[in-house]
């Protein structure tokens, strides 16, 4: 993904290896970033090295050292590692992958340290969240790790994918302290997801067959060999139409054929289905002008007619519809396109710093 240094912070689990990698960059200055996605249960075996995969496991983006002046060149890229360690975080095993020449980021005296910070959001106070693994959960597991592992006077670019968008919004409202500069809200699910399309077949499976479901899918988890595993993925990926040759996305995708990944995600999406509902105005409205909404034109879970009623409530704010044809699971295609695109909006954002 083209942006900068960074910094990532991914909760993780029992079979959950958090990649690391190398990831490209247009400019040469001292930035960073951080990812967050949905925890798991039990801490991770040791990282594996591979290219991080998606925005949930990549950092892009963003900060300068102290000294060092703002010098964003489109055109000139490099390779810069991708450095993961683990902490608690809420009560949970969270990995954090820091890419950029600085060590510590809660440290005011190291002078390598980023001035910005740009937080990856997907599809801790020390004290533990209350069901860390639900949709409050996560939110406050995002506020936790600013709260304890960055500076308060650090300088904030949020970026949001789907549900991503949601917890980005209620960190605005609950922490409206944070040093926000920017919030880029792609493909958000921030309203009405039960009613989309796809929420319409997602609700009865996550919220009123879950539980049935759960045996099958251990009962088949269980019996399949681990040798088998990899021709499963495979056979998935190519399903749908993604590339297996390459180093990452068969591994990757290892990592969700465990029950406890399973069981989470469903868990957390049974959540959205029942509270993600109205479209909280009011913080938008309070934060607009840091806020950058990108919909997709064929969306079927936040539909042209969502991006139509926010465009009217709120003509004063960027509010953009894909003309390129993105689909809401970018990622799987298209992502060294929309990380190029987002890197473009940041610019004058960086520009200013």
């Not at 919909?295 to 953009?320: M, N, T």
Request: net charge positive; proline share 8%.
């Amino acid at each position: 993904m083209n942006g900068g240094r960074a910094l990532a912070s991914v909760p993780v689990g029992p079979a959950h290896r958090g990649p690391q990698g190398r990831a490209r960059t247009h400019a040469p200055g001292r930035r960073s970033c951080a990812c967050a996605r949905p925890p798991l249960r039990r801490q991770a075996a040791a990282p594996a090295h591979a290219r991080p995969p998606s925005p949930v496991a990549m950092a892009a983006v963003a900060s300068r050292g102290p000294s060092q002046e703002m010098d964003v060149d489109i055109t000139q890229k490099e390779e810069i590692p991708v450095h993961g360690e683990f902490i608690t975080c809420c009560g949970v095993v969270t990995q954090v992958l820091k890419c950029g020449p600085w060590t510590e980021l809660s440290s005011n005296e190291n002078n390598g340290n980023p001035q910005l910070l740009i937080l990856i959001i997907t599809d801790s106070g020390a004290k533990e969240v209350d069901d860390v693994f639900g949709l409050n959960g996560q939110v406050e597991h995002k506020l936790a790790f600013l709260r304890n592992h960055v500076p308060k006077d650090r300088k904030l670019i949020l970026i949001g994918h789907s549900i991503g968008c949601y917890v980005i919004l209620e960190m605005m409202k609950r922490a409206p302290h944070l040093q926000i500069v920017r919030s880029l809200l792609l493909f958000p699910t921030i309203e009405r997801m039960a009613e989309s399309p796809n929420g319409k077949i997602a609700v009865p499976l996550l919220c009123w067959l879950r539980y049935a479901l759960y045996m099958p899918a251990y009962i088949v988890l269980k019996l399949l060999p681990e040798s088998l595993r990899p021709r499963l993925a495979r056979l998935l990926l190519r399903g749908l139409n993604i590339n297996v040759n390459n180093e990452i996305t068969v591994p990757a995708s290892l990592t969700f054929l465990q029950m406890p990944c399973l069981a989470n995600a469903a868990y957390l999406g049974s959540q959205e289905m029942r509270d993600v509902v109205k479209r909280d105005s009011v913080t938008i409205k309070e934060n607009i002008k840091k806020l950058t909404f990108y919909y997709g034109a064929k969306d079927p879970w936040c539909p042209v007619e969502y991006f139509e009623d926010i465009k009217k409530d709120f003509p004063e704010g960027d509010i953009r519809l894909c003309e390129k044809g993105f689909p809401h699971a970018f990622i799987l295609h298209h992502s060294q396109e929309m990380a190029d695109m987002v890197s473009e909006w940041l610019q004058d954002d960086l520009f200013r710093l």
